[in-house]
């Protein structure tokens, strides 16, 4: 069974910049693609970012796009969030998920998820 830890949440100034990590264990997740989500208190789970399994093909919701960038490396089983220009509106706890089949933007339809790695962004 694989398992997911994110890490490399914290808290910074509007207008900073955080990179987050996840580091799959358990099993490969070189075939999946892979996807951030984050949510805020009293909100839904939301879309922010996903990567096809050889890294070629990115995805991002508009709120993010141009600020944030996924990337991943198969070898060390790793997915990255480089958060870029954060804004108050940024503040959430990131999760990271793998899905087997193709990409998708609902949460629904990934298979595995890591525990959420806090993010606070002050104003």
């Known amino acids: 069974q694989g398992q997911l830890v994110e890490s490399g949440g914290g808290l910074v100034q509007a207008g900073g910049s955080l990179r987050l990590s996840c580091a799959a264990s358990g099993r490969t997740f070189s075939g999946y693609v892979m996807g951030w989500f984050r949510q805020a208190p009293g909100k839904e789970r939301e879309f922010v970012a996903t990567?096809?399994?050889?890294?070629?093909?990115?995805y991002y919701a508009d709120s993010v796009k141009g600020r944030f960038t996924i990337s991943r490396d198969n070898a060390k089983n790793t997915v990255y969030l480089q958060m870029s220009s954060l804004k108050p509106e940024d503040t959430a706890v990131y999760y990271c998920?793998?899905?087997?089949?193709?990409?998708?933007?609902?949460?629904?339809?990934?298979?595995?998820w890591g525990q959420g790695t806090q993010v606070t962004v002050s104003s």
């Open positions: 990567i096809t399994w050889s890294g070629r093909r990115t």
């Open positions: 998920a793998a899905r087997s089949s193709g990409v998708s933007y609902l949460s629904r339809e990934y298979d595995y």
